[in-house]
C-alpha cells in the first residue's frame, strides 16, 4: 500500500475540528512534502517524526513521502499531529495494518526517541472528534485522564510510538501505569475563609450579593483596607461548577495548559488576577500567529480581579467591555474567526487617588484625583453593579466585628438558597442569575410595584442613572430579595439597589 489516512483534530480557540491525514509514498529522490496551511511548529514535524520512527525500531520509507492535511484551507498548528502522521507513514508503508486506524483519532507529540507526550487542549479535541461520531482515541499518558472526561470513549493511554505499532499490529492494549502512590497526609491548611476580612461588614455583605446574583463589583479604598482579601474570597461563597460549566472551563485551561497535574477537571469557580501591566492581548487573548486565550476566558465561569484598575491601560479596561456584554471573546484573523467563552464575575479594586494615602494624609490635589480615577471609563463603571468604598479601621471595630462575621460556609449556604429561588424563577430560560437576565425580559415578566420603583424613577428624572443602570439596579433588587426569601423586590430593596450601584452606599 502507498496511500494511508489517518484522522487527527486542529483547534481554533476552543472549537475542535476533524484533520485527515493522508500520506501518499512514491518513487524519486528521498523527501518530505508537508501540505495543509501548517504553522512552523508543524512544518518542523518532518523531521522530528522520521527521528521517532527510526528509534522506535521501524524503517522509514525511501523515495518521495507527501503529507497532506485535509481540508487545507483550515490553519493548523502546534505538535499534537505528530502521532497521527508517524501512523500513516507506518500504514502507508505496509509496517502497520491500516484497517485498525479506521475510526480512531490519534493525538500526541513524539520525542526522537519516540516517546508520547502531552499536548495541550485534548479535553476540546476528543470532545469534538465524538460530535463527528469517533470514540476511540489514542493519547499520551499524560493527556489520558482528561480524554476519559468525555462519556461514550475509549482511550487508548500510550508511553510511545512503540507500543503504538504493538497496538496497531497485535491488538493488545499497552500497559496501564501503577497509580502513584499518594505522599503522607498532612493536616489540612486553613483556606481563604470570608470571616478573616473585619472591620468591613458593608464590603462582606456586597461579595454575599455579588455571588448571590453573579453580579459585577468594584471596591475603592486605601492600601491594607481588605480589597485584595475580599476579592480572593468570593470564590469561597460560590457554588460549585456545573457538570457542563466544569467541561467549559476545563477546555479553556486545557487549551490554555493550565490543568494542574493530578486534576484534569475544573470543579471549582476559577480565579484570575493578571498583573496591572498586562497587555489587551493578555486580557482578552490573541498574541502573534495562533491565538491564546487572555485572562478573561481564563475566568471563565469564576471570577476576573482587577486590582489597582486605574493602573490598567485605559483601552485594556475598556477591552473588557464586548465580554461583559456577550459572555465571549471574538478574536478575527485573516484566515479565521476565533471565539473563546468569558463569562465571568468582574471584580475591581481601586485606590482613591494615586498617593492613596488615607484620610487627611493625601495630598493630591482634587483635579488629579479625579484624573486618576476617570481612567475607570463611564460606560465601563455603569456595567458595575455594586460600588462600595471600604473605610480604614480601628483596633477596637476590629475587635468588635469578630462576633459579626460570619464564615464562608455560612454565607455560601445563604448564597445557595438565593441561586436556588432564582433558578426556579427562570426555569425554562437561557439564564440562571439575576445578573445575567436582559432588563426588557426583567421589566415584562416580573414587574415591580410602581410604588417601589418611585426611587429609581426620581434618580433617572435627575440624570443620576441611565437606563442601563436602572436595570442592572432592577437585577441587584431581585438579589436582595432572594436573599430575604421576598417573593418580589419592594421599596427597600429597590433603594439599596440604588445605593450600591451609584456608590451611594459609600
Known sequence: MTLARTRCITLLGVQGHIVEVEVHLGGGDPGVTLVGLPDAALREARDRIRAAVVNSGEA????????????ASLPKSGSLFDLAIAAAVLAAASA?????????????????????????????????????????????????????????????????????????????????????????????????????????????????IAAAGGHNLLMLGSPGTGKSLLAERLPTVLPGLSPAEALEATAIHSVAGLLPQGSPLVTVPPFAAPHHTSTRAAIIGGGSGYPSPGWASKAHTGVLFVDEAPQFGRG?????????????????????????????????????????????????????????????????????????????????????????????????????AARARAARRLEGTPWTTNAQVPG?????????EPKALQVLGRAMDLGQISARGVDRALRVAWTLADLAAHDRPGEEETACAFALWSGRAW
Open 60 to 71: 522509514w520509507p525511501s523515495g518521495q513521502i507527501t503529507i497532506s492535511l485535509s481540508p
Open 96 to 208: 502497520v495494518p491500516q484497517d485498525r486506524l479506521e475510526g480512531t483519532v490519534l493525538i500526541a507529540e513524539l520525542g526522537l526517541d519516540g516517546r508520547a507526550r502531552p499536548v495541550r487542549g485534548v479535553l476540546p479535541a476528543v470532545v469534538a472528534a465524538r460530535e463527528h461520531e469517533y470514540s476511540r482515541f489514542v493519547v499520551a499518558h499524560g493527556n489520558a485522564a482528561e480524554a476519559r472526561l468525555v462519556p461514550e470513549t475509549e482511550v487508548v493511554a500510550v508511553d510511545s510510538l512503540e507500543e503504538v505499532c504493538a497496538w496497531l499490529r497485535e491488538g493488545v492494549l499497552p500497559e496501564e501505569p501503577p497509580p502513584a502512590v499518594p505522599p503522607p497526609r498532612r493536616p489540612a491548611r486553613q483556606g481563604p475563609d470570608l470571616a478573616d476580612v473585619l472591620g468591613q461588614p458593608v464590603a462582606r455583605r456586597a461579595v454575599e
Open 316 to 416: 485594556v479596561l475598556d477591552s473588557l467591555r464586548e465580554p461583559l456584554e456577550r459572555g465571549e471573546v471574538v478574536l478575527a484573523r485573516a484566515t479565521s474567526t476565533v471565539t473563546f467563552p468569558a463569562r465571568f464575575q468582574l471584580v475591581m479594586a481601586a485606590n482613591p487617588c494615586p498617593c492613596a494615602k488615607p484620610g487627611t494624609l493625601c495630598t493630591c490635589p482634587a483635579g488629579e484625583r479625579r484624573r486618576y480615577f476617570s481612567r475607570i471609563s463611564g460606560p465601563l463603571l455603569d456595567r458595575i453593579d455594586l460600588k462600595v468604598e471600604l473605610q480604614q479601621v480601628s483596633r477596637a471595630e476590629l475587635l468588635a466585628d469578630r462576633a459579626f462575621a460570619e464564615s464562608s460556609e455560612v454565607v455560601a449556604a445563604r448564597v445557595a
Open 440 to 448: 426588557s425580559y426583567l421589566r415584562r415578566e416580573f414587574p415591580v
